[in-house]
T-cell receptor, first 111, second 110 residues
Framework: KAGVTQTPRYLIKTRGQQVTLSCSPISGHRSVSWYQQTPGQGLQFLFEYFSETQRNKGNFPGRFSGRQFSNSRSEMNVSTLELGDSALYLC??????????FGPGTRLTVL | KNEVEQSPQNLTAQEGEFITINCSYSVGISALHWLQQHPGGGIVSLFMLSSGKKKHGRLIATINIQEKHSSLHITASHPRDSAVYICAVYPSGTASKLTFGTGTRLQVTL
């Protein structure tokens, strides 16, 4: 069974731009969660989607948004990028919010 | 104060040593994850547990719900065990909203 995939793996953007990251979950998994990892704040929960609905949301500004498609693939979008958005963005999928399986992450650098 | 605290923050061991990493949390939880992160960023789920003890190979995880404490043990450590180990909890009522500890950086030397 293929694992969780994320694209792109690396991304460089400049302040003020927007970015879209993609996550394809393990086949059959309906829950996709997104996390941000920075050296200063560690791992933080962004949001979770289940069957195309946002089920949980972390404490991030509205510039961070996401969606999930009918095939469970998910995207997250960050608008008006700031330097502090530089981070490793991880997604994880699970069958029903149980054990989570993580993707390799997208490393975003904002210049 | 973080809801999830890990100790130690850094750990160096020689190959073959028995290793223990501790995790304490201050909220009610429905389950706890132990995760492993290698350099480069990929995260692997080692265990998810809500009571008792689980074992997988040389890894053992225990949890005491009443004391709000979990431990991860590595028996006969090996250099390939060098990684960051992260404890994460599902606070009660939040289903999927993982809250993470700051991690324990383990280095196992020959």
């Amino acid at each position: 069974k293929a694992g969780v995939t994320q694209t792109p793996r690396y991304l460089i953007k400049t302040r003020g731009q927007q970015v879209t990251l993609s996550c394809s979950p393990i086949s059959g998994h309906r829950s996709v969660s997104w996390y941000q990892q920075t050296p200063g704040q560690g791992l933080q929960f962004l949001f979770e989607y289940f069957s195309e609905t946002q089920r949980n949301k972390g404490n991030f500004p509205g510039r961070f948004s996401g969606r999930q498609f009918s095939n469970s693939r998910s995207e997250m979008n960050v608008s008006t990028l700031e330097l502090g958005d530089s981070a490793l963005y991880l997604c994880a999928s699970s069958f029903n919010s149980n054990e989570q399986f993580f993707g390799p992450g997208t490393r975003l650098t904002v210049l | 104060k973080n809801e999830v605290e890990q100790s130690p923050q850094n750990l160096t061991a020689q190959e073959g040593e028995f290793i223990t990493i501790n995790c304490s949390y201050s909220v009610g939880i429905s389950a706890l994850h132990w995760l492993q992160q290698h350099p480069g960023g990929g995260i692997v789920s080692l265990f998810m547990l809500s009571s008792g003890k689980k074992k997988h190979g040389r890894l053992i995880a225990t949890i005491n719900i009443q004391e709000k404490h979990s431990s991860l043990h590595i028996t006969a450590s090996h250099p390939r065990d060098s990684a960051v180990y992260i404890c994460a909890v599902y606070p009660s009522g939040t289903a999927s909203k993982l809250t993470f500890g700051t991690g324990t950086r383990l280095q196992v030397t020959l």
